[in-house]
């Protein structure tokens, strides 16, 4: 990252479009709306635009309802690609990962930067700064933001975005991409008067008991354990979702419930929609599910927590997940 020459390129007022991978997570908008807030405060003219709805579990975010979903508002964010300067990339290595805004992005003339931690990301951008050491892209932002030395307009808003992203992407702290850093910046965040059980309570205190009736009807019914209760998996029909009204977000930290089971290495949560299946894959140590999303799901991530989707229907979807698991050495 040239910070000198984007120091030099924002000295002056400019049209700014952020933009972040479909099914927005909480470090997509956490790192979206923090980098906002500094890009307001230095007086530029900043949006946030995300490819389709964000999960209800994050609208209490600051300033949340000023981002443009691109489904519900695609002329308004067209006029905003045709007149920006510059177009920040977060939270994804491809512009395959943004749906259909990959072709306004493409379209406009702005220089693209992007602030990422997935692997192999994409080279073309006019300014990078992707690091798959780091925890999250919100913990990049940070970086970011002080290698701009912005650090002056950090408030409390901005930590409770950045530690939004730090949370939701480290399994709160939890997962091993957690690092020295993750808990530095997590420490600079408290300074600002950051309070850490408001934010997890405004994260993970607020499931609708529809969404937790889901869950237990899930681990209750539809959990399985395969490959000599090495993995687990749990698939669930669209009939089965809409029985309980499901709505994105609602099957949020499921999976993970599923590599909790003592010597469970592997688990994917197979969750159909209408005419193709998302798959969310987590493991632990050395599996790498980044490698199977990418060879056989049509996706990717990390090594520890990937996602795919396959166009077909649930009995096809599980077929496939269960030789995929029964194939992998788990070793002894
Ligand atoms: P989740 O299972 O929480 O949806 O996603 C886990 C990780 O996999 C995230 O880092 C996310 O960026 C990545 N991921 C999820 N779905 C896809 C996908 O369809 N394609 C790719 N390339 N990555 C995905
Ligand atoms: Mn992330």
């Keep these: 990252m040239d910070y000198q020459y984007l120091k030099q390129f924002l000295s002056e007022e400019r049209q700014i479009v952020i933009t972040t991978h479909k099914s927005p997570d909480g470090d997509a908008v956490g790192s979206s709306l923090a980098l906002r807030s500094v890009l307001v405060a230095e007086g530029h003219n900043v949006s946030v ?8 579990y994050l609208m209490w975010m600051p300033e949340a309802n000023s981002i443009l979903i691109y489904e519900n508002h695609q002329a308004e964010v ?23 805004l990959k072709s306004e992005i493409e379209a406009s003339d702005a220089k693209r930067v992007l602030i990422d931690h997935h692997l192999f990301p994409d080279k073309n951008f006019d300014f990078s700064l992707s690091d798959t050491s780091a925890s999250s892209t919100a913990e990049l932002i940070y970086e970011f933001i002080s290698g701009m030395s912005f650090t002056d307009h950090l408030d409390k808003d901005f930590a409770v975005c950045i530690y939004t992203g730090l949370v939701t992407d480290t399994g709160s702290f939890r ?11 997590a420490s600079e965040l408290l300074k600002l008067g950051l309070e850490p059980a408001i934010v997890h309570q405004n994260i993970y205190d607020n499931n609708s008991l529809k969404a937790l009736r889901l869950k237990g009807f899930a681990l209750n019914e539809k959990l399985e354990v395969i490959a000599n209760s090495k993995a687990a998996i749990i698939p669930l029909a669209l009939k089965e979702k809409n029985r309980f009204k499901y709505q994105k977000g609602d099957t949020e930290g499921l999976v993970n419930y599923g590599l909790s089971i003592e010597g469970v290495e592997v688990a994917v949560l197979l969750s159909e929609e209408m005419g193709f299946v998302k798959f969310s894959f987590r493991s632990k140590g050395l599996i790498d599910v980044n490698e199977i999303a990418r060879r056989s799901f049509n996706g990717g991530g990390h090594r520890n927590a990937a996602g795919g989707k396959l166009d077909c229907d649930i009995n096809a979807a599980i077929r496939l997940v269960k030789t995929e698991l029964e194939k992998i050495d788990y070793g002894s």
């Design 49 to 56: 635009v995300v490819p389709d709805q964000f999960p209800n």
């Design 78 to 100: 067209q006029e905003l690609f045709n007149q920006c300067d510059l177009i920040f990339c977060l939270d994804y290595n491809t512009l395959e990962r943004v749906g259909a």
């Design 175 to 185: 997962f091993s991409s957690t690092r020295s850093n993750t808990h530095l910046v």
